[in-house]
């Protein structure tokens, strides 16, 4: 986790990362805003994080991917695939705009619901 002068950053580096977001996000109560940071792989991962509470996302290793692959059109191509998935799984969800995007769409590992057999 890392303190921002106007919010904080929950890091991916310090395992298991969506359960801090959920705690730091308890935490808080709204008064700073807070970015998740590693391991944003798809628009799945966007969207869960911003389910979870995050107010943005931080993307690091597919930007440097993007870009050692094809350069700016491959940062942009990797912007644009976010985007897209995230826009496929607000659209699977329910989720007209960002603002709908909501705790009650994610379940954390504790959350699940268990069979009874
Ligand atoms: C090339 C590169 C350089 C980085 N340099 C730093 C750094 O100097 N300090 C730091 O805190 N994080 C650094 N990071 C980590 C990123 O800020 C970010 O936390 C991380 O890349 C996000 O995870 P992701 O790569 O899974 O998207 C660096 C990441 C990359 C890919």
Sequence with gaps: MQMLRRG??????YGNQKSWLVQVVGAVKGKVPVLF?????GGTDVFKALALGAQAVLIGRPAVYGLAAKGEYGVKRVIEM?????ELTMALSGC?????????????KHERPRSML
């Design 8 to 13: 904080i950053t929950v890091k991916a580096s």
């Design 37 to 41: 940071d590693g391991g944003i792989r």
């Design 82 to 86: 976010l985007r897209d998935e995230l």
């Design 96 to 108: 007209p705009t960002l603002n709908h995007i909501s705790r009650k769409h994610v379940r954390t």
